[in-house]
Nanobody, 121 residues
């Protein structure tokens, strides 16, 4: 089992910044990658950014490229999401997830409880 705990959400004015953290515990050796996802009211969950646990392969949603930065600290089993130039449309509950083996595939099998990010204009 992998346990994930997010922190760092809050309310910020448009143009501001927030930094989210996700701390992993338990069987962290089983983690292949980590990701940040978000879900706004009435909308489907979307992928924000992903990072591989060892190789540093990083991907971003087009909507956040150039504004958000995902990073990892393997020694602390922590992944961060630095969010700059925030927009009201970034308002959502943000979740971190851990990618682990699922048969012959990798899947995001473990999820945090989510942290609210609200951006007001």
């Amino acid at each position: 089992q992998v346990q994930l705990q997010e922190s760092g959400g809050g309310s910020v004015q448009a143009g501001g910044s927030l930094r989210l953290a996700c701390s992993a515990s338990g069987r962290t050796g089983a983690i292949y990658g980590m990701g940040w996802f978000r879900q706004a009211p009435g909308k489907e969950r979307e992928t924000v950014a992903t990072i591989s646990w060892s190789g540093g392969t990083i991907d971003y949603a087009d909507s956040v490229k150039g504004r958000f930065t995902i990073s990892r600290d393997n020694a602390l089993n922590t992944v961060h999401l630095q969010m700059n130039s925030l927009k009201p449309e970034d308002t959502a509950v943000y979740y971190c997830a851990a990618e682990t083996a699922d048969g012959t595939q990798w899947s995001y099998n473990y999820w945090g409880q989510g942290t609210q990010v609200t951006v007001f204009s």
